[in-house]
Every structure is written in C-alpha cells, then in structure tokens.
C-alpha cells in the first residue's frame, strides 16, 4: 500500500561529530605556525620549565617590531622602540590577577646597553608603577590563606614555571620590586600586598643567587 508523502519517514542524517577542543600544544603549535610566537622563543619558555597552558595564559608572543602596547603607554624610550631590538619576546603583566593587562615587558634578542654597558635584558615601560603580577586564575587564591604561595622577586618567568606545576605563585619586577614611590617621590611598600591575605598563610620567597 502506498503511503501518502507527508506520512512517509522521513530520511535518516547523520548529524556532524562535535570538534574535539585542541590541546595546549595544538594550540600552541598553531601560534609558532602562524608566527605568532617565534621557535626560538617556544624553546626558550620551555627551557624555563613554562608549560604550554602556562604559555597560553600568560600570552606570551613575538613581538616583530614597535608594538602597539608601546604607543599605548607614555614612557617608553626612543632606545626600547628602536627596530633594532626586536623580534623580542613579550609578555602582559596581571596586576594581582587582574583580566586585563597592567603593563608589558619585552626581552629583545638584540638587547640594548645601559650607561655602565650592561645587556638590558628586560625592558619595561619608565613610570610604570611596579605591581604584584599574578597569572588571572591565582586571583582568588590570594583571598585563601589556606593556600600557600611562592613570591619571585626574580620576575615573571620563574613565576611562571611555578605555575607551571600548579604553584600559586606571584612574581615582583626585581629584588627591589617590593616597592614604589608615592606620587611625591618617596619610596613606600608596594600597596599590592594589601591585596593579599597573608595572616594564616604559608609563603615562600625564592631567589637565584647563581
């Protein structure tokens, strides 16, 4: 018997498989691919012990000239917009785990010298006020006294390779990075750590004396 068209079954299709989500390393591998983040640069993170989640979060990148973050900011010299110092290795810095970047640091493979004709190895933005730098998914850790923490003063990259082993962990821009200055010029402890708990918690300071 035949079976009016609008009663007949309807065909069968075979709905289109979910996208499995990329690993870190895909990902990764997509942004040295793209140029996005140099080879050279990849193997220096790793040879930091910085994992690629880490490499993710942070946002680190390869910056190939002047970038725009530099025009954004007032401070930066005519020496660290210099083409000669790049391609450089960047990356944000996260105010207390801030979402959104308080400032970037470049470390140029072409580094500039200083008066007294030492290598400046990292470049950050003159005026800047220094901060507690903090990858955004510690941010509320720094509220948990349970949870101890490890402070850098050896900059963000340590930090990072803490992080890297799931290591709550905080970098400062230099062993005098504990401190600032007041819009009058006086030197103060850097007001990031009222930021975070400390009574009850366990911290760490580690430092590379080699």
Not at 13 to 23: H, N, Q, R
Not at 29 to 58: C, F, M, Q, T
Not at 133 to 140: A, C, F, H, I, T
Not at 148 to 162: H, T, V
Request: proline residues 10%; positive net charge; glycine residues 8%.
């Amino acid at each position: 018997m035949d079976v009016p068209a609008q009663h007949a079954p309807k065909p069968v299709t075979s709905l289109p498989l979910p996208e499995t989500p990329k690993t870190a390393a895909e990902r990764v591998s997509d942004l040295i691919e793209d140029g996005s983040l140099y080879p050279s640069h990849y193997k220096a993170l790793k040879n930091r012990a910085i994992s690629d989640e880490v490499i993710l979060e942070r946002g680190y990148a390869t910056w190939k000239g002047p970038h725009a973050a530099l025009e954004a900011e007032k401070g930066w010299g005519k020496g660290q917009r210099d083409p000669k110092r790049y391609p450089a290795l960047a990356y944000p810095i996260y105010q207390l785990g801030g979402e959104t970047p308080h400032t970037y640091v470049y470390r140029p493979d072409q580094p500039r010298k200083n008066k007294d004709g030492k290598a400046v190895k990292y470049e950050w933005c003159k005026g800047v006020r220094p901060v507690i730098d903090v990858l955004p998914k510690y941010k509320e850790a720094l509220a948990d006294p349970a949870k101890p923490l490890w402070l850098s003063p050896e900059g963000s990259l340590k930090a990072d390779a803490l992080a890297s082993i799931d290591v709550v962990s905080a970098a400062i821009n230099g062993v005098f990075g504990w401190r600032a200055k007041n819009d009058m010029g006086a030197s103060l402890i850097l007001p990031d750590f009222e930021g975070i708990v400390t009574k009850g918690r366990k911290g760490h300071c580690h430092i590379n004396f080699v």
